[in-house]
């Protein structure tokens, strides 16, 4: 009997057979122990100074084909993207030859010279021209930026397409002038199915992520003396070298970012960290998708000390007002302008071992600058070893983004 129940509790389960039939002990079997654990990633350290390449996306093509009657000057696009066309008429004449889609067309009368400029100047141009009269002389004149002749353009009595593509190597495309010379036969010049668009662009960067992971970044337009805009922020680590994280981006005095505005929250939606080595970020911000690739730059490791930074400095300026600019020995800032922009800050180590300093500022009888300023900044070498205090400062509303030289 007891060996009986024995095999049928087995069939139910094999700790009721251990148990029941005294199998546990040295007879039993013990299964063996789960392997522990992976260890979780060790979180890479962004700390650092980085530098690279930011790449803004493309913005989306704009088309009219011109449909509603509207006396120059008109605006197609929203901002920072619109179009101005000055003098010719958008209208319809009723005569279906005059139209490359829709009943409407842009007509320009002879007169006048109208032109199409442009806010933010685009890298392409594709419209369809013709005359409503064979014989009827015009030119069309496409300009760069810098307004400087692409190419002049000879319409014809049939539509041709034409397209204009400036590559990365070239300047924009700044404005195009269309005139129908008086005199001769009598017509239009007819202009349909305007399209134009920008190519994605590439800007110089650099971002100072402090060891209390704030950062700050300068975007530049070539060297540290030509800034564009400026972001700053807070980021996090997870998994090892995944990096998020928050902030705000800021066109400089006189400057816009891609929406039209001045400033813009920022939200990292993806990166990854390789300590000392690489910092690749993507980033939303101002309507559109930035890309920053950086490499680690080992400047970072000389440390700070408030003695490198302290100096009458001899080269400052704030956006081209020439200013003085001084750090004591207890890293307070002094300085004052040309325009009478006054100064007062402190300067503050972070952690020794990182080429990053706090940076605290007030600006007074600045005019529209006027405020309390937070940010990072760090020494660099320009004639010789820290003979440079960079730094980027923030308030909600503005930045103040600047270099000092010894």
């Known amino acids: 009997m007891k060996k009986i129940f024995c095999s049928t509790v087995a069939l139910l389960t094999l700790s009721a057979l251990i148990s029941a039939c005294g199998g546990g002990g040295n007879g039993g079997y013990s299964p063996p122990p789960p392997p522990p654990p992976p260890p979780p990633p060790v979180d890479q350290n962004p700390a650092g100074e980085w530098f690279g390449q930011m790449v803004t996306a493309s913005a989306p093509d704009v088309f009219t084909s011109f449909e509603f009657d509207r006396t120059g000057p008109f605006s197609v696009g929203t901002t920072p993207y619109r179009a101005t066309f000055s003098d010719g008429v958008a209208e319809s004449r009723g005569v279906r030859a005059f139209y490359r889609s829709g009943d409407f067309s842009w007509?320009?009368?002879?007169?006048?010279?109208?032109?199409?400029?442009?806010?933010?100047?685009?890298?392409?141009?594709?419209?369809?021209?013709?005359?409503?009269?064979?014989?009827?002389?015009?030119?069309?004149?496409?300009?760069?930026?810098?307004?400087?002749?692409?190419?002049?353009?000879?319409?014809?009595?049939?539509?041709?397409?034409?397209?204009?593509?400036?590559?990365?190597?070239?300047?924009?495309?700044?404005?195009?002038?269309?005139?129908?010379?008086?005199?001769?036969?009598?017509?239009?010049?007819?202009?349909?199915?305007?399209?134009?668009?920008?190519?994605?662009?590439?800007?110089?960067?650099?971002?100072?992520?402090?060891?209390?992971?704030?950062?700050?970044?300068?975007?530049?337009?070539?060297?540290?003396?030509?800034?564009?805009?400026?972001?700053?922020?807070?980021?996090?680590?997870?998994?090892?070298?995944?990096?998020?994280?928050?902030?705000?981006?800021?066109?400089?005095?006189?400057?816009?970012?891609?929406?039209?505005?001045?400033?813009?929250?920022?939200?990292?939606?993806?990166?990854?960290?390789?300590?000392?080595?690489?910092?690749?970020?993507?980033?939303?911000?101002?309507?559109?998708?930035?890309?920053?690739?950086?490499?680690?730059?080992?400047?970072?490791?000389?440390?700070?000390d408030l003695a490198t930074v302290a100096d009458v400095y001899m080269t400052f300026d704030i956006y081209g007002d020439a200013s003085s600019f001084e750090v004591d020995g207890s890293g307070v800032i002094f300085g004052q302008s040309n325009a009478g922009c006054v100064l007062n800050g402190q300067v503050t180590i972070i952690d020794a071992t990182g080429n990053a300093y706090d940076v605290a500022l007030d600006l007074t009888s600045c005019g529209a600058l006027n405020g309390s300023y937070n940010g990072l900044g760090q020494t660099g070498d320009s004639g010789g070893t820290d003979d440079q205090f960079i730094f980027a400062v923030f308030t909600a509303s503005g930045t103040v983004i600047a270099e000092a030289l010894k």
């Open 107 to 304: 007509h320009v009368l002879a007169g006048p010279t109208a032109t199409v400029t442009f806010e933010t100047n685009p890298s392409s141009v594709n419209f369809y021209v013709r005359l409503t009269d064979a014989g009827v002389s015009s030119e069309i004149r496409i300009y760069d930026e810098n307004g400087m002749l692409i190419r002049p353009i000879t319409p014809t009595f049939d539509w041709v397409l034409i397209t204009e593509t400036r590559n990365a190597t070239q300047t924009l495309i700044g404005s195009i002038e269309v005139e129908n010379f008086a005199g001769g036969v009598a017509g239009d010049v007819i202009i349909d199915d305007w399209t134009y668009g920008f190519a994605s662009s590439s800007d110089d960067i650099g971002c100072l992520v402090a060891e209390t992971m704030e950062f700050v970044c300068i975007v530049n337009d070539g060297t540290i003396s030509n800034p564009i805009a400026g972001a700053e922020g807070t980021i996090q680590i997870a998994n090892g070298n995944q990096v998020s994280g928050s902030g705000s981006l800021h066109a400089v005095p006189g400057a816009m970012l891609a929406d039209g505005t001045a400033v813009s929250a920022l939200t990292i939606t993806a990166g990854t960290v390789s300590e000392g080595a690489t910092l690749n970020l993507t980033l939303a911000a101002a309507g559109t998708t930035l890309t920053l690739t950086m490499a680690y730059d080992t400047d970072y490791d000389r440390g700070s």
